[in-house]
């Protein structure tokens, strides 16, 4: 390989003093590894309240790979992580959460998607305690139809040997152009209601699915995909997907899916086959969704999670797939029932 792979890992932070220079290491990491890789890692950092900042100083001043730069803790995490990619000036990008750990093949995972010129790669993530590293492998990679992967995100998991995919944007690598289109569908998708806006923009809970789902859509063909754990995805206490909840992640999840379903309803290539297995999906999880936002007392988001529904249903009825999404609602319900859950990630 002649050409460097310039890559710049976007790390939001605050108050993670005893992680956070764990994972700009983890990154820095990448490029010791691998004299084909360039990496730059954009720290931005809340004003944290602990030591951090003084920490990063001290020790990455004047390292020349690290941008070390303090917003507004008020702009919220999604918002930070937007105006990180408006930062980025290299070819390929990424995120990286303050207290997770990188691949030790890491570098193995870069340059497989550089050699076969795709312009994004995905690879699981194992969660794992925070205190202790996973004990990564040398990664195995499938060669895979993106549609087929689209489906294993809605319940059809017959497709790859693991049935519980990615959402979190460590796990994915893409062209700095295209995610920042991302941000753009993203921010396009939550003016339509407060509904979508709270949970995705002010809670961030959803554009990370929806990095994932935009890069499969952009692709519609065969690519190569890492069968195999690329990241540790921390857990602790304090981690963001234990302060989430239960109910906001589950909402936002179902909406990053809506996205992807009114892209495709809008492609007048695709058969009605494909869209009513999008649509059961919704449709099952969308009651279940309703469900759990009445159980907590949620009035308001039980509203405006039936209305969401409720337009999919329309769209099915429009173009006469209702019959067909009623029957996928009931093959993707025994799908769930009976999937393996020993093999939901790679050991």
Known sequence: MTNKINITFILPTYNREDFVCRAVDSCLNVSQKSKNI??????LDGFSTDQSWKILNTKYSDNQNVILRQVSKDLGFQE???????????????FMYNDDILSDYYFDFIEKMAKTKQNFIVGYGSNYDVNYKFDFKPPEYINIHSDKVILNY?????????????????????????????????????????F????MIKQNVGPDLILFLFNLYKLKTEFFMCNSTISQLS???????????????????????????????ANSNNSKKYLSKLSGYIFLSGLYVALLNLRVGNFKNFVYSMHEL?????????????????FYFIVIFFNVIKRNKKKLTPK
């Not at 360039?38 to 720290?43: A, H, K």
């Open 154 to 194: 809605y319940g059809h998991y017959s497709f790859l040997e693991y049935s519980y995919l990615p959402v979190s944007p460590i796990n994915t690598i893409s062209k700095t152009d295209l995610l920042k289109d991302w941000v753009r569908e993203v921010r396009e998708f939550c003016e339509v209601s407060r």
């Open 235 to 265: 857990f602790h206490d304090d981690s963001m997907s234990i302060g989430y909840g239960e109910v906001p992640l589950k909402n936002g999840y179902w909406l990053s899916r809506i996205w992807l379903f009114e892209k495709e309803f």
């Open 196 to 199: 979508r806006e709270d949970l």
């Open 310 to 326: 409720i337009k999919v249903l329309f769209c099915s009825l429009k173009k006469n797939f209702m019959i067909l999404t009623l």
């Open 80 to 94: 930070t992580a937007f105006l990180g990619v408006g930062m980025v000036k290299t070819e390929y990008v990424t």
């Open 38 to 43: 360039d990496t730059t890692v954009l720290v």
